[in-house]
């Protein structure tokens, strides 16, 4: 095979495989919106449950439903307690339903329900409770960095494996990017993420759990 070909074929792979492996990471993370879908009074409702919030307020459920005729309720408590749970109506806003969940410390956690109602009839929106957590924020100048570091770390490394297998001249160069990047990346600009989302810089083995 040629040699151009074969370097263009091996990036063009890696980019797509570590776009794909980075949309799946993100998509079944704890981060990630709960999709839910259900019929009531013949309409079909869509919608995306938060489960990370970083504001210093109450978090807002917001659901798109333009049917005035739809009323909403939440029922809530925090994650993996004992406490009663706490039933509050949906407040309407235009064309939406808005539920508050009431604010807590830095990764602190909230399970809740939504229940649509439409005259008697009345359907829960998510069986699964969605667990939702309190986070600090986390500034763009550090975010943005930190994610285009990792990305281009998944990156070269999955192009230093393909190299390695095909036998490329440029393993040991793109070894040694990819060692570059997940320090950066992780090791550095990880722990400061984590001290602006959850007020500690490490919270992983062998210090925390």
Not at 9 to 32: M, N
Not at 178 to 192: C, R
């Amino acid at each position: 095979m040629n040699k151009t070909l074969k370097n263009w074929l091996i990036w063009i792979f890696a980019f797509i495989f570590t776009v794909v492996i980075a949309g799946y990471q993100r998509r079944t993370g704890p981060s990630y919106p709960m999709d839910v879908k259900k019929e009531i009074g013949q309409k079909v409702i869509k919608a995306d449950l938060i489960r990370t919030y970083d504001g210093q307020d109450d978090a807002k459920v917001i659901l798109k439903i333009a049917d005035t005729s739809i009323k909403g309720k939440v029922q809530y408590r925090r994650f993996k307690s004992y406490d009663n749970w706490t039933m509050a109506p949906m407040v309407r806003k235009g064309d939406s339903l808005i539920a508050s969940l009431p604010h807590q410390d830095i990764a602190g956690k909230v399970m809740y329900h939504i229940t649509l109602v439409k005259g008697n009839e009345q359907i829960l929106l998510n069986e699964e409770p969605a667990v939702l957590r309190y986070k600090g924020h986390v500034p763009m100048y550090i975010l943005i960095p930190h994610i285009l570091i990792i990305f281009l770390a998944m990156l070269f490394s999955t192009i230093t494996g393909l190299e390695a297998i095909t036998k490329g001249k440029n393993t040991l160069l793109f070894t040694w990017i990819t060692i570059v990047t997940l320090l950066i990346g992780g090791l550095i600009l990880g722990p400061i993420v984590q001290k602006f989302s959850f007020n500690v810089y490490w919270a992983g083995w062998p210090f925390g759990h």
